[in-house]
């Protein structure tokens, strides 16, 4: 069984990423937290704590920071200790104004969400630096090693096998015939079958670290862009046809999000591409 000692495990990579000041952009967020965290967290309850911490947060800033400018997310480890912030860039509250030691008015439409947030963490700050950065500390958090790919089919679940259902899972993409790419959750490619880089005529050191917009840079406002960003931002599955900005082939992707970001897997469909066009 996992330890809660994590001394001698490899630290999970910071999660960040930005969210639109918006209602309908939260669930997408909190499920990026929630996947994150059960990803490498052995118990259940430090999970929901920091899940709700995180969007009790957001929900603050979309009410009240009065800004439009994107929602900073940031989740990272140091040893056991579980460190989350919200940062928006609005006017912000008076900081000072806040106890959290004392129950906030039922009829006063401040206050109770940062009195949760601090009561199911740890510890809780709050900074004014262009705006207001909500910040938390969860401690004890015991940690399985993170997972490294994620199909975008299967269930995530931290287990003994979680290493050799890995290596299954990367041999039969591999041997696919479709292309298959996953992207991170700041849309930079992390993992690509040998279908890819025959598609698009690239290595995967080509590929690897980089966002698509950074390979071609027409690629930014196409069909496929904006469904990759539907599925990361809103957790929407989809089935497209497009020209490939690079060689101009008619293609198929299905696109699904998933714990790990997005999952894309492609498919020329040159005859029908064209018949349907005609």
């Known amino acids: 069984m996992p330890q809660s000692n994590n001394a001698s495990q490899t630290v999970p990579p910071c999660l960040r990423f930005l969210v639109a000041p918006e209602a309908s952009r939260l669930p997408r967020a909190r499920e990026r937290v929630r996947d994150y965290l059960t990803l490498v967290c052995c118990d259940q309850a430090p999970v929901d704590d920091v899940v709700l911490a995180v969007e009790e947060a957001c929900t603050n800033a979309i009410r009240h920071s009065g800004s439009r400018r994107e929602i900073e997310i940031r989740l990272s480890f140091e040893g056991d200790d579980l460190l989350a912030a919200v940062k928006d860039h609005g006017s912000g ?61 299967g269930d995530i679940s931290g287990t003994l096998q979680k290493a050799r259902r890995e290596a299954r899972m990367r041999t039969l993409l591999e041997e696919i015939d479709e292309a298959f790419m996953i992207f991170d959750w700041e849309y930079r490619f992390v993992h690509v079958n040998e279908a890819t880089m025959r598609l ?79």
């Open 93 to 153: 509250f008076d900081v000072d104004a806040f106890d959290a030691q004392t129950l906030p008015d039922p009829l006063v439409d401040t206050g109770r969400g940062l009195f949760l947030i601090s009561r199911l963490c740890d510890e809780m700050e709050l900074r004014r630096n262009g705006g207001l950065e909500v910040r938390l500390v969860k401690r004890g958090v015991a940690r399985y090693e993170p997972a490294a790919l994620e199909s975008g089919l």
């Open 200 to 278: 698009v005529g690239k290595t995967r050191d080509e590929l690897i670290g980089r966002r698509s917009g950074d390979i071609w840079p027409a690629s930014g406002g196409t069909p496929a862009a904006l469904a990759v960003r539907e599925a990361m931002e809103l957790g929407k599955s989809s089935v497209i046809e497009f020209r490939a900005v690079g060689s101009g082939d008619w293609l198929e992707a299905r696109i699904y999000p998933t714990p790990a970001g997005v999952s894309l897997y492609a498919r020329g469909i040159d005859q029908r591409g064209s018949a349907s066009s005609e």
